[in-house]
């Protein structure tokens, strides 16, 4: 059982857009600890996708937005492309002294 | 170019100690914090915990009683030692650079550089 909370799996049609949710608690992400997402691609070590709740860093595409609002954070990918396909995570910091990851969504392009 | 790269080795037996190293290259050791981070087959990740630069750690509170992180700034490498195995450890374990990314003058740490993983399986 994960701390932070993602649904199992999303997915969507190329060029469609989809959100993944990260549901936290006040001893993490209602604590106004930040928020970074990280994509693994099949068979590939995870990236990081987002920082600090809604920052990309150099070279990830602005079709990747993140977002954070009470105890909970959303990552929301644009224009849907294949290669996009691949499990995305959200990790926080949580007051029990320990970095916190939700248990991974893995996003299916159609 | 790798940038980390975790050696060890791949099978360990239950109740023995399972050691990794990871070896960083582009950067001195002392310049950054590092942490470890593990996946079982099929699952989440998993904090281990950090290796600070200045050679101080923070660990799991869940895993803390088994873990011991070390410094080697002679090889430019730091070490992961998780003691008393079960399989419940088999997993693959990264090495992870924990860095401040800065952005309107506002720094937050990030698992921003991953090592490409080290499988390690826990069986007789």
């Known amino acids: 059982q994960s701390v932070l909370t993602q649904p199992p799996s999303v997915s969507g049609a190329p060029g469609q857009r989809v959100t993944i949710s990260c549901s936290g608690s006040?001893?993490?992400?209602?604590?106004?600890?930040?928020v970074h997402w990280y994509q693994q691609l099949p068979r590939t070590a995870p990236k990081l996708l987002i920082y600090?709740?809604?920052n990309r860093p150099s070279g990830v595409p602005d079709r990747f937005s993140g977002s954070k609002s009470g105890t909970s954070a959303s990552l929301a990918i644009t224009g849907l492309q294949a290669e996009d396909d691949g499990d995305y995570y959200c990790?926080?910091?949580?007051?029990?002294?320990?970095?916190?990851f939700g248990g991974g969504t893995k996003l299916t392009v159609l | 170019q790798v940038q980390l790269q975790e050696s060890g080795p791949g099978l360990v037996k239950p109740s023995e100690t399972l050691s990794l190293i990871c070896t960083v290259s582009?950067?001195?050791?002392?310049?950054?914090?590092w942490s470890w981070i593990r996946q079982p087959a099929g699952k989440g990740l998993e904090w281990i915990g950090r290796?600070?630069?200045?050679?101080?750690?923070n660990y799991n509170p869940s895993l803390k009683s088994r873990v011991t992180m070390s410094l080697d700034t002679s090889n430019n490498q730091f070490s992961l030692k998780l003691s008393s195995v079960t399989a419940a450890d088999t997993a693959v374990y990264y090495c992870?650079?924990?860095?401040?990314?800065?952005?309107?003058?506002?720094?937050?740490?990030?698992?921003?550089?991953w090592g490409q993983g080290e499988m390690v399986t826990v069986s007789s």
């Open positions: 992870a650079r924990d860095h401040g990314l800065c952005t309107n003058s506002i720094c937050y740490d990030a698992f921003d550089i």
């Open positions: 582009t950067w001195s050791i002392r310049s950054y914090d």
């Open positions: 290796m600070y630069g200045s050679g101080s750690t």
């Open positions: 006040s001893s993490n992400i209602g604590a106004g600890y930040d």
């Open positions: 600090g709740n809604s």
């Open positions: 990790q926080s910091y949580d007051s029990s002294l320990s970095e916190v």
